[in-house]
């Protein structure tokens, strides 16, 4: 909320205090500052001059020489502006002074331009007459001003006077960042009530009087409101005779401070009137309005309508509509229609003023994809009683400028006036809330500052419409404390039973994998959960894959982000290729990051949004690089020796014959492996890159922190090495289940260390190499005991085909 200071004086007439002073006490009440624009930012040494006499340049053909009366001195001023007159006042800057800029639209060095004494083709000139540019401003905000020339005053302006003060440019926009809970602070009105309390000056609001003539506006227009539920309160006022012309000077002079640009009288009005009460209003033309009847429904879904801005909309039934007896003239609360719109033509006036449900008009401008200034202020939710008020303020400017004739009366439709909020003041537990002790007299000196009224028969807080924030206790006693001062109140220490809290265990199992991953290189990446359905393609996905029933977003930004991802692959590999792409060598990468599988297609209830850890990594590494990582993290969370890895042609992103589901009693927990060569040419990838996909909701519940503790072995262990001959196609993983099952539990641990194929080895074969340590907790072993073991392990061997070597 822009709040030029100027206005706000206008009702806080004692506030005295600098533009910064004012930003920052703001602030602590509660209001918090954005930033402050001076609008006399860079004029120095500004005043009104008074051009005497006007004389040729002896040299020069497009300049001229002027006597110009500065009030204390007549300085000569060569100027080449075509526009000027002897007896014209205009803005001088004088010897030394300072200027915004040129006649570049404001873009202007920061400190501006200094202006100094100097020669034009040998005529001396000690100063510079002023266009609007070069003060900072433009002829948007100053539509007197000439397109190309000096501005001219033509009010009561002497020489000398403060030529920056004239201009109404002595002033300060100061810019605040207002909660939406806050609909009473987008106005200018609501804003000088949080100045008037924050300073503890006095408050006086625009004093709106009685207008109208003798006739009844009934005579003149209906109104009908259908839709009570969305349009609680619609007010309508007639005025004749409309008679267009500039808003006076001190109108537009405020709406420029705010950046908005006059244009005539009946803009004007509204304009200030929907910033002065944060009130928007719409303005028809009577005489376009067909049986003089307003009826405010729902459209019919599919309907066209034209707006002010010229576009053609598509209406659905959910968006309200403001009709006349044969067609809709306009979107409530957003914008008119062409059909209905205000023309120089104009002879009588129906002026709108009503309220309209917050959260309708929010979701309706986003579906005609049109946001307004006007919708801006009621998709907040406005403050049903403001309506009248704004009503009755508007038309009685338009009798203060002369606009028009106001008829009498009002139409007024509110079927259900806001019930007035009545809250028990608790000044103790306020107190014990906020750790002060404010007085129940200081309360009511802070209340009574902001309109807060009190029912002494009842002590109950009666709290004004336009504070809809206000509900309980806490809320009230947010308000003591703002007014208070949140740097006056004390510290002290929590209270209350000491607490020994921890991590959700999915939390930590997740820490432990994160962990376990960062220590072996990894750095953690976040990609989007929108995807393109060409993701599926690029990953070789088969037609009839179940990963293609993904969910299609309503409102997507574009196709490449108009599905939930239902793999989390694409976002690794396009992170990887990106990395390769910049040449990094050596690169490792997780993302913990939800897929999206629907229960069911089009969707009847929420889908499963599986968490999944997924690793990548490329450069110095190969599969069982990867595999140790992820057997790592099984280690950490208790699973060690439980996992199993079997081959898998599952995964058609994976390379054959290079990829394994990992298994837990027999349950998948993640897949590992070489992404294949095809994907890889897709993201446009050289070399190998490895990958492996961790399903968290299945591993979590898998997991232990328990840790037994076992000493130090007392009795000697005894180690048996088997060379074995066997089928290539014999994974190792098929002797160590072997081991583990046959070993028993004098088997402590077994270790590989020789893979040979070669000369001495028959083709299609390998030679495997283990070391076997046994130990027995309780005794020293017997070799024949061992040996009874080993026995039966290689018993089992042989049914897999595999023999001792020789």
């Not at 990953?539 to 993904?550: G, I, S």
């Amino acid at each position: 909320m822009d709040t030029p200071i100027s206005w706000i004086k206008a009702y806080v007439p004692d506030l005295d205090c600098t533009p910064q002073e004012y930003a920052d006490k703001m602030t602590l009440s509660g209001s918090n500052m954005e930033s402050v624009t001076y609008l006399d930012k860079n004029l120095e040494k500004i005043v009104v001059g008074k051009i005497e006499k006007i004389e040729k340049h002896p040299d020069a053909d497009k300049l001229i020489i002027c006597q110009v009366n500065v009030g204390d001195e007549t300085v000569q001023i060569v100027t080449g502006a075509p526009n000027v007159s002897e007896g014209d006042l205009v803005p001088v800057v004088l010897d030394g002074g300072r200027v915004a800029g040129g006649h570049d639209g404001g873009k202007n060095p920061e400190d501006g331009i200094k202006i100094k004494k100097g020669k034009l083709r040998g005529v001396e000139s000690f100063g510079m007459m002023c266009s609007i540019e070069e003060l900072g401003s433009s002829r948007d905000m100053y539509p007197e001003a000439p397109e190309y020339g000096i501005y001219i005053f033509n009010k009561d302006v002497k020489p000398g006077d403060d030529a920056v003060e004239a201009l109404g440019l002595r002033d300060a926009v100061v810019e605040f960042e207002i909660t939406s809970n806050r609909v009473d602070c987008f106005s200018m009105i609501g804003m000088a009530r949080e100045a008037a309390a924050t300073f503890k000056k006095d408050f006086f609001p625009a004093v709106v009087t009685k207008t109208g003539n003798d006739e009844d506006v009934n005579d003149y227009i209906k109104v009908r409101v259908e839709d009570e539920d969305l349009c609680p309160r619609y007010t309508a006022r007639v005025v004749k005779n409309i008679k267009l012309a500039p808003s006076p000077e001190w109108m537009q002079r405020r709406l420029a401070a705010m950046g908005i640009r006059p244009i005539n009288n009946l803009v004007d009005i509204t304009n200030y009137v929907m910033e002065e009460f944060g009130q928007p209003m719409h303005a028809y033309d009577l005489d376009t309005i067909a049986n003089k009847e307003i009826v405010v429904r729902r459209a019919k879904a599919g309907d066209k309508f034209t707006t002010l801005d010229g576009e053609e909309r598509t209406m659905d039934e959910n968006v309200l509509m403001i009709c006349d007896g044969e067609k809709e003239i306009g979107i409530a609360g957003i914008m008119g229609g062409e059909n209905s719109m205000v023309t120089d033509d104009i002879k009588t006036l129906l002026f709108e003023a009503a309220c309209f449900d917050g959260t309708n008009i929010r979701l309706s401008s986003k579906r005609i994809g049109l946001r307004t200034d006007a919708s801006g202020k009621f998709e907040k939710g406005l403050d049903p009683e403001n309506a009248m008020a704004a009503m009755d303020r508007a038309c009685q400017l338009i009798e203060e400028l002369g606009a028009g004739e106001v008829v009498g009366g009002a139409v007024d439709v509110y079927p259900n006036p806001v019930k007035q909020i009545r809250l028990p003041l608790e000044v103790d537990k306020m107190n014990a809330l906020l750790g002060t002790n404010v007085s129940k007299e200081e309360v009511l000196e802070y209340f009574g500052r902001i309109d807060l009224g009190y029912d002494e028969a009842t002590n109950e807080v009666i709290v004004p419409s336009f504070r809809q924030d206000l509900h309980r206790m806490a809320d009230l006693a947010e308000e003591v404390a703002r007014f208070y001062g949140y740097d006056n109140i004390p510290v002290t220490l929590p209270n209350g039973e000491s607490t020994a809290g921890k991590k959700p265990f999915k939390i930590r199992v997740e820490d432990v994998c994160r962990n376990v991953a960062e220590q072996n290189g990894f750095c953690g990446g976040m990609t989007y959960s929108f995807e393109s359905p060409k993701v599926f393609d690029k990953l070789l996905l088969a037609e009839d894959a179940k990963e293609r029933q993904a969910i299609e977003i309503s409102n997507p930004l574009g196709e490449d982000f108009s599905i939930m991802r239902t793999v989390s692959l694409n976002g690794m590999l396009t992170s990887l290729s990106t990395n390769l792409a910049h040449r990094n060598k050596n690169v490792r990468l997780y993302e913990f990051g939800n897929i999206y599988i629907p229960k069911s297609l089009p969707l009847t209830e929420l889908p499963d949004e599986r968490m999944q850890m997924t690793l990548g990594m490329y450069g110095e590494c190969d599969f069982f690089t990867l595999k140790g990582v992820v057997e790592d993290m099984l280690d950490s969370l208790g699973l060690g020796g439980r996992s199993e890895y079997a081959p898998t042609g599952e995964h058609p992103f994976l390379h054959p014959g290079r990829a394994a589901d990992v298994t837990i009693d027999g349950e998948k927990i993640a897949y590992i492996g070489q992404i294949h060569p095809e994907v890889m040419d897709n993201y446009n990838m050289k070399g190998e890159v490895y990958i492996a996909v961790i399903d968290m909701p299945t591993l979590v519940p898998k997991a232990t922190f328990d840790r037994k503790y076992e000493g130090v072995a007392k009795f000697p262990a005894m180690k048996r090495d088997l060379s074995m001959v066997m089928k290539k196609d014999i994974f190792v993983g098929q002797l160590e289940k072997i081991f583990k099952d046959k070993g028993g539990k004098l088997l402590e641990s077994y270790e590989l260390f020789d893979v040979y194929e070669g000369d001495q080895i028959e083709k299609g074969y390998k030679s495997v190499a283990y070391s076997l340590t046994f130990r027995a907790k309780d005794r020293t072993l017997e070799d024949a005991e061992v040996s009874k073991i080993v026995e039966k392990i290689l018993d089992e061997l042989k049914k897999l085909g595999v023999e001792l070597r020789a």
